[in-house]
Structures are given as C-alpha cells and as structure tokens.
C-alpha cells in the first residue's frame, strides 16, 4: 500500500483543535475533509512559501498516514 499525507496544524482560532488542510486555502476541524496527497515531496510542494504570500502553512506538520 502506499502511504499517503495530509498536512495538519493548531487552530489560530482555537488551540485546542487540530485542522487539517482540505484545498483551496480552506483548513476544517474534520479529518476525513482533509486533503491527501500521494507523496511527500507532493505535500512539501504544498506547504513551499518561496515569495512570502503562502503564509496560512507557517506551523504545519506534513503527517504520513
């Protein structure tokens, strides 16, 4: 089987929670919304914040499922 990731991290709102990445800027409390990513240079690419506007990833943990 091959392993999938996800990328995961604090709520700014509530630190309590966990919110997972599901797509198009949208972070959701809801594990099984979040988005899955075939390998782990595909999550990284995700994350990469080269010009300083991806931002919303700054605290994140890429997780191998």
């Known amino acids: 089987k091959t392993m999938a990731y996800h990328i995961k991290k604090t709520s700014a709102l509530d630190s309590s929670k966990t919110v997972y990445f599901t797509g ?6 809801d594990i099984t919304q ?9 999550a990284n690419a995700q994350i990469a914040n080269p010009d300083g506007k991806n931002g919303g990833f700054t605290g994140c943990t890429i997780v191998s499922e």
């Open 34 to 42: 979040r988005k899955l990513y075939s390998s782990e240079s595909d």
């Open 24 to 29: 198009d800027a949208v972070w959701k409390d």
